[in-house]
């Protein structure tokens, strides 16, 4: 009573992603923010050791205080980063102080053996291995959204490991990797999913080969700079456009690959059959579509095709 629809909101938002999972589990809740360097610090900590301690029915949630304020500011947190260990809906144990892997397993192992904690070799185990590789594939990929590569490919790393036949997880470790400019080692992530039968043919695996493949047009800062003055002095030389679009991009100017590929669009939608707009579809799957740069690109794009 009195709180205000914002506030309901985040409430029944802080119920689903941590009360109702604590019911049953220990979950490790992370409060941190984007510019707080001790947070970034701890994260990778924090992901692998729940990663490790998934089937002992350990889940880690991460709540944004600057996202969340309403959240943060009912748990009383001072200062970032502030990590609780929940269990049925109530702080167990503060584990903000658990700075290194072994103090944080040593704390982790003396909760889980005082409740009454579900694990995975429980009943349905299954069902919950796979809602927590669910749960970490999505955290990844916020972390891949958020422009830390080598940390989401450190997160996706770990869930290939717990679900060695999920596509999505091996398909964020390229794309990942890929980001992250260790071209060698997305391409052994990628020769490995396709020499494995229940991964060669998953269309996230077909995306990510893609992201890879437009890393792969990486040219020189003299040779972009070429194509530019190209592209720029000959609209009608959709060749030249498109070639710089995928420079533009392999060089981390996703701006100007993007801006390149609509302008064709609208010039020409049909050049090519279609090319520039596959070309666009190509780098919004090599990013990810749920990353904010490339939903507001699609906004754009449908603004162009549709109206």
């Not at 990663?51 to 996202?67: F, N, S, W």
């Not at 940390?151 to 992250?180: C, K, S, W, Y």
Request: glycine content about 6%; proline content about 3%.
């Amino acid at each position: 009573m009195g709180l205000s629809i914002d506030e309901q909101k985040a409430v029944e938002k802080f119920k689903q992603d941590v009360v109702e999972p604590s019911m049953s589990k220990l979950v490790i809740l992370d409060f941190y923010a984007d510019w707080c360097g001790p947070c970034k610090a701890i994260a990778p900590l924090l992901e692998k050791v729940a990663a490790e301690y998934a089937d002992k029915g350990v889940v880690l949630v991460k709540v944004d205080v600057d996202q969340e304020k309403f959240i943060a500011a009912q748990f009383q947190v001072q200062s970032i980063p502030t990590i609780y260990a929940m269990f049925q809906g109530q702080p167990v144990a503060d584990l903000t102080n658990a700075r290194s892997e072994s103090q944080l397993k040593q704390t982790l192992d003396q909760i889980l053996s005082q409740l009454p904690i579900q694990s995975g070799e429980a009943g349905g185990a299954e069902a919950q291995m796979a809602q927590q590789v669910e749960q970490y594939i999505a955290m990844g990929e916020q972390i891949l959204a958020e422009g830390d590569a080598a940390r989401a490919a450190g997160v996706f790393a770990q869930v290939t490991e717990m679900a060695p036949d999920n596509a999505a997880a091996h398909a964020g470790l390229i794309r990942a990797l890929t980001q992250a400019e260790q071209v060698e080692e997305a391409k052994g992530v990628l020769a490995a999913a396709e020499a494995n039968p229940a991964l060669a043919s998953d269309p996230q695996i077909e995306n990510a080969k893609a992201a890879l493949e437009l890393a792969g047009n990486k040219v020189d800062d003299g040779e972009l700079a070429a194509l530019r003055e190209k592209a720029q002095a000959n609209h009608a030389d959709m060749d030249v456009r498109l070639a710089y679009a995928e420079a533009a991009f392999a060089a981390g100017d996703r701006d100007a690959a993007a801006d390149e590929l609509l302008a064709m669009i609208e010039a020409d939608r049909e050049w090519n059959e279609g090319a520039a707009r596959t070309k666009l579809l190509d780098i919004f799957n090599a990013i990810g579509l749920e990353d904010p740069w490339v939903v507001a690109t699609r906004r754009r794009l449908s603004k162009l095709l549709f109206g």
